[in-house]
């Protein structure tokens, strides 16, 4: 029998653990990634969006020490580090790489349980790093799983969470919602997440995987601009909120208020300002028709506020580029798509297409050729598929 790409890639974990560490035995552990159905930039901003864990993720296998050192591998990653816990410090360091998402956990972990101790740990993915699948929250919240287990501390999912979503803002310093730990960590098979980020609150909504796929089109442009662009977003959102307490009624999130409260203000507000409030107000009402659309199992209804909801990030939000658009309206005019959007912060990276199954070869067969048309290079293609949540691998 051929072993799976998943096999595989838990054996490479395995021979990388006891080439480095030893032989003695170690537990494995695995966290999903997510795509967010619709919800663009609304995290951040105290709205509601839809994400959907996914069968690609993060992979773990770890031991605890007895003694306060750590040491990480991974198979995706050059950089290697040993460390001993008094040196972690309270902040990452640009020498611990992609070292200080795991770090920032144990130390989280260890401040609020007491814990001391070390692990050996090897870390790999099948989930495109920065490709605005979350790779990062996956690595966050595998890693609080596996500490909460070996160390029997019984946390609730959600507590997992806020350990992954505090190392990523706090120790790693990245201004970030709580969605992409959340999808992670409360992820289920056959369901959508509706987190409520003002809660934060969520329900799980039903998502039918024998009547829709996923197709992440990569455009494979660098997101250089995502991260100034991000925090630019942010700061110009507070500026909408702040004018909208002013003028209108005081509500403790932009993403709480209406059209109408817009348009109330927008004499106060610059146009780029409105713009950007109105993709929040907009998106939210978009978000909330979504989870209904699933709920009714209508994948066309969801497809169209996919389409609304890339408009809305191209023009008003501004987080799209000639890429991103290319790529979903190649996408769009093929049968067999509901809908498409982009993904992510925005700026470059990935895009989303849902799809009827069985649609993806067709549709890989019309977007390639436009795609490396337009830009000279060729786009990337992968299928997902609705996946589980967090868990220990046996």
Request: charged share 25%; with cysteine; proline share 4%.
């Amino acid at each position: 029998m051929t072993a799976t790409p998943r096999s595989r890639l838990l054996d490479a974990i395995g021979v990388r653990f006891r080439a480095d560490f030893g032989e003695a035995p170690f537990r494995r552990f695995f966290a999903p990634g997510r795509i967010n159905l619709v919800g663009a930039h609304l995290d951040y901003n105290g709205g509601d969006v839809l994400p959907m864990a996914v069968d690609r993720g993060i992979y773990l296998a770890i031991r605890p020490r007895r003694d306060a050192r750590l040491r990480l591998r991974s198979l995706d990653q050059g950089l290697t580090v040993d460390i001993e816990a008094k040196d972690v410090g309270e902040r990452t360091r640009p020498e611990l790489g992609w070292t200080g998402y795991p770090l920032g956990v144990w130390h989280g972990f260890q401040q609020s349980t007491g814990m001391r101790t070390g692990f050996d740990a090897v870390f790999a993915g099948d989930l495109p790093m920065a490709s605005g699948l979350s790779s990062s929250a996956a690595i966050e919240v595998v890693t609080a799983l596996a500490l909460d287990a070996l160390h029997g501390t019984k946390l609730e999912r959600q507590q997992l969470a806020l350990l992954a979503h505090r190392a990523e803002t706090g120790f790693v310093g990245v201004r970030c919602g709580i969605m992409d730990q959340f999808a992670s960590a409360l992820g289920r098979a056959g369901q959508v997440l509706l987190l409520h980020c003002a809660g934060p609150r969520w329900e799980h909504v039903p998502f039918d995987p024998n009547a829709c796929e996923v197709l992440v089109l990569d455009t494979k442009k660098p997101r250089l601009l995502a991260k100034s662009g991000f925090n630019e977003r942010v700061a110009q959102c507070a500026t909408a909120h702040e004018i909208l307490r002013t003028h209108v009624r005081d509500l403790p999130h932009l993403a709480l208020y209406t059209v109408a409260d817009l348009e109330q203000s927008r004499s106060a507000m610059d146009d780029l300002t409105f713009r950007r409030a109105r993709h929040v107000v907009t998106e939210m009402e978009r978000t909330r028709d979504g989870a209904r659309a699933l709920r009714s199992h209508d994948y066309a209804a969801l497809g169209a506020l996919l389409n609304a909801s890339h408009r809305s990030t191209a023009s008003d939000y501004e987080v799209s580029c000639d890429e991103l658009d290319v790529i979903t309206a190649a996408a769009r005019a093929c049968e067999g798509v509901f809908g498409a959007r982009l993904t992510g912060a925005g700026f470059g990276g990935c895009a989303i297409a849902l799809l009827h199954p069985g649609a993806a070869d067709a549709v890989r067969a019309h977007v390639a050729p436009i795609y490396r048309a337009r830009f000279g290079s060729e786009a990337g293609f992968d299928l997902l598929r609705n996946g589980t949540g967090p868990c220990e691998i046996t």
